[in-house]
Nanobody, 121 residues
Framework: QVQLVESGGDSVHAGGSLRLSCAASGDAWRTKCKGWFRQAPGKEREAIAR????????YYLDSVKGRFTISQDIAKNTAHLQMDSLKPEDTAMYYCAAAPTLSTWSRGVYWGQGTQVNVSS
């Protein structure tokens, strides 16, 4: 059984940094692709970053490119999202999502519990 445990959400001022983590348990092949979605109140959920083991090119939402960096520790089956130069518009609930393939990740097969990120101006 796959479980995703998230950590790292917090409240920061604009320009600050946070690092989210997503630790996956269960068969590693089921969570080969990991990443984050976020959803702000009144807005639709959006995919912001994704990384897949063995696939060289990751994905970043345009608005976070250059500020967010996704990485993974394959041995620990954990992904990290380093978020720098945070802006108030980054405020949202962030959800880790994992899937066995790139094509299935976009709709998320496994989900974390969510972690809140608040960025004040």
């Amino acid at each position: 059984q796959v479980q995703l445990v998230e950590s790292g959400g917090d409240s920061v001022h604009a320009g600050g940094s946070l690092r989210l983590s997503c630790a996956a348990s269960g068969d590693a092949w089921r969570t080969k692709c990991k990443g984050w979605f976020r959803q702000a109140p009144g807005k639709e959920r959006e995919a912001i970053a994704r990384i897949c083991t063995g696939v060289g090119i990751g994905y970043y939402l345009d608005s976070v490119k250059g500020r967010f960096t996704i990485s993974q520790d394959i041995a620990k089956n954990t992904a990290h999202l380093q978020m720098d130069s945070l802006k108030p518009e980054d405020t949202a609930m962030y959800y880790c999502a994992a899937a066995p393939t790139l094509s299935t990740w976009s709709r998320g097969v496994y989900w974390g519990q969510g972690t809140q990120v608040n960025v004040s101006s």
